[in-house]
């Protein structure tokens, strides 16, 4: 199986930063896509920005341009930068990796980890 794991959230103040890691674990073979969702409290989980193992990302319209997702392929790692917060960005945030690992038999997995809270109030 694949373990990912996130870390960095935390309280900041509106018009902070904060950086976000995720790390992917396990018998990996390759990982085609990883990406960074959130999920407020009421509402439903959402893209925040995606990257492919070839670069290309992806962002949702409230993010870009304080947003920069980045990927360590040599680490199976994703990075989010989030600059300029604001109270509206508060949510735990779940990242999430596709692709290919091998145990017995190369199979494909979609694994999510356990979420970080991120909380931008003054």
């Known amino acids: 199986q694949v373990q990912v794991v996130e870390s960095g959230g935390g309280l900041v103040q509106p018009g902070g930063s904060l950086r976000l890691s995720c790390a992917a674990s396990g018998s990996i073979l390759s990982i085609n896509i990883m990406g960074w969702y959130r999920q407020a409290p009421g509402k439903q989980r959402e893209l925040v920005a995606d990257i492919y193992s070839l670069g290309r990302t992806n962002y949702a319209d409230s993010v870009k341009g304080r947003f920069t997702i980045s990927r360590d392929n040599a680490k199976n790692t ?36 356990q979420g970080t809270q991120v909380t931008v109030s003054s």
Not at 80 to 108: N, W
């Open 78 to 113: 994703v990075y989010l930068q989030m600059d300029s917060l604001i109270p509206e960005d508060t949510a735990v945030y779940y990242c999430k990796a596709r692709g290919l690992f091998k145990r017995t038999t190369i199979s494909e997995f979609d694994s999510w980890g």
